[in-house]
């Protein structure tokens, strides 16, 4: 299984495969509200959709979307708080 | 809390949750206190219970203009949905067929239920709209293949009130062999809808959508069409849903069936149109820069959907809470997660737009006095709200 480089190491992760829309959302809104502007969080997601909805979560709540990467049917996002 | 008093509020948020009818609810009660619960049990309140069952079902098959065998009582329309959705389509994977054709405006419960289905092999076709949400049939046709194991289409918009031509997705879903589910929730009572005439072969539906009980809905199902179970157990419902049946669920939907169906062979819609008609006039022309989303016709009659600049529907649902008015955003989901409507993106509203949709659903127990109290109140709350992101209309 191919490993994406990890250049960031991330200040919190967060599982949410086998969640749909809305829930990998509402959890990773949750999460950046608890950590501090500059962390990076991780967000694990397996449902087909979560691809568009953090693209348009991230630019609409100012948040750096840093990364996405797929290993199988599963996307990692990296985002760092920004908004 | 707020200073309202309950005789001045106006409840316009129907399509989120109805108030249950008084008859419906008198005829719930000895099924809650009377030992008429099992239909499966052996002894006669079994049997009166089997033939309260029976009778709760000819009464929405009715409704849904079909047959009375195809009738599968579940805990809601979300159920339904799910069993139609992940039932058909399993049961249609068999003979691989794992293509879904679905419209870019579902509600929720069909997105994730195929999305579900798409993380195990299946795929899926989501057929765009035009700027009121309306589906081109013959796009329907098109994005049918040989793998097409399912379509799934809504009678009616949730959000922005566009009914469908579900009898043209109909026949073209015929003339293809494709099972076609169409989610039926706003829509039954409310618009010509017909199983059989109609060529639908699965139509799922919530009894409080029909002011009955929540937790409490059903799906037609063709008799004969393959439906893979979602819910194992004792077999009940012809083996499509197991557990012992809700029955005085069951028997407040038929009731609420019954109902819906005489109130709307009693001008129950027109009176609704009339009302809601008066009530977008009259915030359109009060309020400046909002307009409408869907159709101005061939809309639900009970729904009002609009879309004001420079305000945030959040803001907007809690002033108007606080004045006794309430409405919706009309998409829960869109809500937690503060990103736009899928609906309100797939039929192109403008950026300034996506945020600040409003949703009056109107219903039974609405007067005329409710419309002038939201045309009374809902105005200045917009133009003090415009004042405070200093946003000025054009």
């Known amino acids: ?83 | 809390m707020t200073g309202v008093t309950p005789a001045d509020r106006a409840y316009l948020d129907y399509a989120g949750f109805a108030p249950v009818d008084p008859r419906v609810l008198a005829v719930m009660r000895p099924f809650f206190e009377a030992g008429i619960g099992n239909p499966s049990a052996r002894h006669s309140l079994g049997a009166e219970a089997r033939e309260s069952l029976d009778a709760a079902r000819t009464k929405v098959a009715r409704l849904c203009g079909g047959a009375v065998s195809g009738v599968i009582f579940t805990s809601g329309a979300t159920e339904a949905i799910n069993l139609a959705i992940r039932g058909a389509a399993l049961a249609a994977r068999d003979r691989r067929r794992g293509h879904i054709v679905l419209s870019a405006v579902e509600h929720i419960s069909v997105i994730n239920a195929c999305r579900d289905l798409e993380k195990s092999g299946a795929t899926l076709t989501f057929v765009p709209v035009d700027a009121e949400g309306r589906i081109d049939p013959a796009a329907v046709g098109s994005a049918v293949t040989a793998d097409t194991g399912l379509i799934s289409i809504g009678a009616a918009n949730g959000e922005i009130g566009t009914l469908q031509s579900v009898t043209e997705i109909g026949r073209i879903a015929a003339s293809a062999g494709v099972p076609l589910h169409v989610d039926a929730v706003g829509a039954l009572g409310r618009m010509p809808l017909a199983v059989e005439s109609m060529g639908i072969d699965l139509l799922s539906l919530s009894a409080n959508d029909l002011y009955g009980p929540p937790g409490t809905g059903a799906l037609w199902v063709r008799p004969g069409l393959r439906l893979t179970p979602m819910m194992l157990g004792g077999g009940q419902e012809n083996g499509c849903r197991s557990g012992t049946e809700n029955l005085p669920g069951v028997v407040g939907l038929g009731v609420a069936a019954e109902l819906m169906r005489t109130e709307a062979a009693h001008g129950e819609n027109a009176r609704l149109v009339e009302l809601r008609d008066r009530l977008r006039k009259g915030l359109l022309e009060a309020i400046p820069d909002c307009r409408l989303t869907g159709p101005a016709t061939a809309r639900l009659p009970h729904h009002l959907s609009i879309v004001v600049r420079g305000v945030k529907a959040d803001s907007m649902l809690l002033d108007l809470d606080l004045v006794g008015v309430a409405a919706s955003a009309g998409s829960a989901c869109a809500a937690l997660t503060e990103t736009p409507s899928h609906v309100l993106r797939a039929i192109g509203c403008a950026r300034e737009e996506l945020d600040g949709p409003l949703c009056f659903t109107l219903g039974r127990w609405t007067t005329a006095s409710d419309v002038d109290t939201v045309l009374d109140r809902v105005p200045p709350i917009v133009s003090r709200l415009r004042t405070l992101t200093a946003f000025t209309p054009r």
């Open chain 1, 1 to 83: 299984m191919a490993q994406a480089p990890r250049v960031f190491n991330p200040d919190k992760q967060i599982d949410c495969t086998g969640l749909f829309c809305p829930m990998p959302i509402v959890k990773t809104r949750e999460a950046i509200k608890h950590m501090a502007r500059g962390q990076v969080l991780e967000m694990l997601s397996d449902d087909p959709a979560s691809e568009a909805d953090m693209k348009s979560w991230s630019q609409i709540t100012g948040n750096e979307l840093i990364s996405i990467d797929r290993d199988d049917a599963v996307f990692r996002f990296l985002v760092r708080k920004t908004g």
